[in-house]
């Protein structure tokens, strides 16, 4: 019978788990299963190639999601990642749930100072902000099952998330039902009281910055050469931020895309590149789901910062092999001090796409 990808690199990590570790060998298990995966891909683009996943669609979620998201946080990663690297092209691993605009827009702003070209490559999940990453890249290398996401700005109320286009929806209905009958007033008053004070105009601000964002990325990079880069742009950014999509989590898939003239690829065209990205992906999944780490950075150069679940708090490795602090996947041995760690920097409470 034969094996899926995905189990045949199940069951060399479960190989590599029983192998003692070797005399010199500092590489943990998780980093011996995808260091490879990563030259291999690395081999056949000739290009530089930065990994930014996190664990979002493990079974058993290891973090909180403001922890998995796209935030401040990750900036200190991403400059990290890219001071190892060499341009002017640069392809960009990414499997995200989306998170903070401002945050991603600084990301972007640094990645796209240092290359020139970038290719955004998603095998499988780019929600939200994160489907806002992808749009600032020259070309996009997508699978055919993959997710992209509206990018439709989210608010944290009492009750969770709510989508901006909601908020603002409902308000509408209470100001029509309430000048239809004044005793409607009872009913819509616990719910409005919940609404502060310019929440109207931070949803209508938000839904704004985010299609401009996207836009404004479009027309600099993957459509500067078109003639009708900016009503091409902006026809893109109103497609992903519709409320027309529902939900927040609504599936936005290749065959919804293709129409839309932009730079983008099925990545089975390819099968060896297929392959290959595919073999990492499924190495980063089974690392996500059986390990303590719920957020990896890495590249080519064999650079990499991992953020893990520790006992008491979450933290960072930064793993540049440098004094008193951990090289590529290695782990503290018994008795040894552990390096310091410092707490991720809190995402700043703004509206998250």
């Known amino acids: 019978m034969a094996t899926s990808i995905w189990d045949s690199v199940l069951n060399e990590w479960n190989a590599l788990l029983v192998q003692p570790l070797m005399p010199g060998v500092v590489r943990a298990p998780w980093a011996r299963l995808v260091w490879p995966r990563i030259q291999r891909v690395n081999e056949y683009t000739g290009f530089p190639l930065l990994i930014y996943v996190s664990a979002c669609t493990a079974p058993a979620r290891k973090a909180p999601s403001e922890l998995l998201s796209i935030d401040v946080s ?28 401002d945050a991603t827009e600084t990301i972007v702003e640094e990645i796209r100072r240092k290359f020139g070209y970038v290719r955004f490559i998603v095998p499988s999940y780019a929600k939200s902000a994160a489907a806002m990453m992808v749009m600032s890249g020259d070309e996009i290398l997508i699978d055919e099952d993959a ?57 209508d601000n938000a839904i704004e910055l985010s299609k401009q964002i996207v836009a404004d990325w479009l027309s600099k990079y993957m459509f500067r050469a078109d003639s009708d880069a900016k009503p091409k742009a902006e026809k893109i950014a109103g497609f992903l931020s519709s409320p027309d999509w529902k939900s927040h989590g609504r599936r ?13 690829t099925n990545l ?21 789901i059986n390990t303590a780490i719920y957020k990896i950075h890495y590249n080519s ?19 540049l092999g440098q004094p008193g602090i951990l ?14 760690v410092p707490a991720p920097t809190p995402a700043p409470a703004i509206p998250k796409p």
């Not at 409607?184 to 109207?200: A, E, F, N, S």
């Not at 910062?305 to 933290?315: E, K, L, M, T």
Request: proline letters at 10%; glycine letters at 8%.
């Open 74 to 101: 990750d900036k200190t990663a991403f400059h990290s990642m890219l001071e190892a690297l060499d341009g002017p092209r640069l392809d960009v691993l990414i499997h995200s749930p989306g998170g903070y605009a």
């Open 268 to 288: 089975r065209d390819d099968v060896e590149l297929y392959r290959r990205v595919w073999e990492l992906h499924c190495a980063l999944d089974i690392v996500l």
């Open 252 to 264: 936005i898939k290749l065959e919804h895309l293709k129409p839309l003239d932009l730079h983008l």
């Open 301 to 319: 150069a064999d650079v990499g910062i991992v953020r893990q679940q520790q006992p008491q708090a979450p933290g960072i490795q930064l793993l």
């Open 327 to 340: 090289p590529p996947g290695a782990i503290p041995q018994p008795g040894s001090p552990a390096p310091a």
């Open 147 to 203: 997710d992209l996401g509206p990018i439709d700005p989210q608010f944290m109320t009492p009750g969770g998330a709510v989508a901006a286009e909601a908020i603002k929806e409902q308000f509408r209905r209470a100001s029509e039902e309430i000048l239809k009958d004044a005793k409607k007033v009872q009913v819509w008053y616990p719910i409005l009281q919940t609404l502060g004070m310019g929440t109207l105009v931070s949803c």
